[in-house]
């Protein structure tokens, strides 16, 4: 099968197009022809062994990826396609089904297929929605969910949302809407309208306000682009209030300290964890119109440098999706052909 596969850490064009082997599902697991899939912040820090984190992040990520090379050679953390071969122990697919979900820290999504235990977080693809909108449903939201459930967002609880425009940022103010939170979400001025009509309560432009400092507080900061810091978002925390980064080494030892001492906190999910009920969760959300994915550009999986340059810019709004031997946008009601293009997408 083609696959796209990195052979050292490094920039973007470490990536290549190479013929590998095509995985052959053990007895618990299916095999997926994957139809699209997505470059992640995930896939970028990895490939790069965390280089711009500082040494310890850097030695970290080479501990769990590989000290010298990458033990996985495949990048690419969600994905949406048909199944096309089953184990003997399967019970919940079947050749031909079409499903959608993340393979998370396993990677291995850019490639022609994949195999996934049928316990992975792997559900059938919401019905009306194409690959590459299904492609682009998890990882973002799957890590959101991560923080808003033990922040315990939910009606009569204020949250801002920082960062609102990003993959986990957009997931971020549609979930905590979805669990009747007042939400304010921050971005810059492009994406203002686009944050605005996923949900958000009131929308703060960070090129003109600093949110810190404007005097208001907030039972839960969702720090989605992991920029900031419990320091700083402190003062704008009600008693009690809690901080949620997604970034930031620090925040593996500020999480217990804060929770023992009591008073203001940090959450930090690690490791994430990705479940089979949550992506069912989301296609639940999705098929009752209360969800979708965020889609900035769409390429095809032989330009993956090109890009995974584009997600590195930290510009990206919602996802960047690569499709596999061409698109299927066809498939499903929401089939705008103008989708298959690479460049950014029509409003
Ligand atoms: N904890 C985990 O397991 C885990 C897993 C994956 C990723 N992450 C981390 O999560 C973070 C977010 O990932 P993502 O994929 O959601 O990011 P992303 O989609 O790449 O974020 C891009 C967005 O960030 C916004 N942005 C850029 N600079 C900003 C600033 N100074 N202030 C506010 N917003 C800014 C941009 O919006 P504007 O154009 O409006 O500025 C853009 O829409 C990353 O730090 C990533 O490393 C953590």
Redesign the pocket.
Known sequence: MRAVVYDRYGPPDVQRLADVERPVPKEDEVRVKIHATTV???D??VREANRR?GLAAALLSRVISGLRRPRQRILG?ELAGEVNAVGAAVREFTVGDHVFGASAWRFGAHAEFICMREAAALAHKPAGMTFEEAAAVC??AL?AL?FLRPADVRKGRTILV??????????GVQLAKHFEADVTA??????LEL?KSLGADRVID?TQEDFTKNGETYDVIFD????LSFSRCRGSLKPGGIYG???GLQNIVLAPLTSRIGGKRVI?????RYTKNDVRFLKDLIEAGRYRAVI?RCYPLEEVVEATRY?E???????VVLTINGSRVREGRDSNPRRSFKGPLPA
Not at 313 to 319: E, L, S, Y
Request: glycine share 12%.
């Open positions: 992640t912040r995930s970028c820090a984190s953390t990882d973002g890590l991560m920082y960062g609102a425009s990003g993959s986990i940022g957009t997931a921050v971005c810059n001025t492009k994406n944050v960070y989605a682009v992991g920029m980064p997604t970034d930090f999910p690690i490791p994430p900035d997600v810019t930290k510009q990206k709004t919602g996802n």
